[in-house]
């Protein structure tokens, strides 16, 4: 079945870095947009950044544009989110999914940032 093992999540000072990894198993990413997601403590889960099939588009929420990159290695079955200038805002916990035709959510991988 559709998996997702998100990894590379931890604490970080503000002004920090982080690259967060996904790994995909029992489906193809090669022929889906990709997306990550974040659900920070008392709030909904929310879209962060997308890739698509091929990587050629990408797009990012507001509050993380020109600090996060979303990259994808289609023969890895893995999508990458680099997460630069951290704020203690974007302390989540951060999940990766198909962009459309959403599957069963993964464990995710905690970020905080804090000093």
């Known amino acids: 079945q559709v998996q997702f093992v998100e990894s590379g999540g931890g604490l970080v000072q503000p002004g920090g870095s982080l690259t967060l990894s996904c790994a995909a198993s029992?489906?193809?990413?090669?022929?889906?947009?990709m997306s990550w997601y974040r659900q920070a403590p008392g709030k909904e889960r929310e879209l962060v950044a997308t890739i698509t099939s091929t990587g050629a588009s990408t797009s990012d929420a507001d509050s993380v544009k020109g600090r996060f990159t979303i990259s994808r290695v289609n023969a890895k079955n893995t999508v990458y989110l680099r997460m630069n200038s951290l704020k203690p805002e974007d302390t989540a916990v951060y999940y990766c999914?198909?962009?459309?035709?959403?599957?069963?959510w993964g464990q995710g991988t905690q970020v905080t940032v804090s000093s």
């Open positions: 999914n198909r962009r459309f035709a959403l599957a069963s």
């Open positions: 029992g489906f193809t990413i090669s022929t889906y947009t």
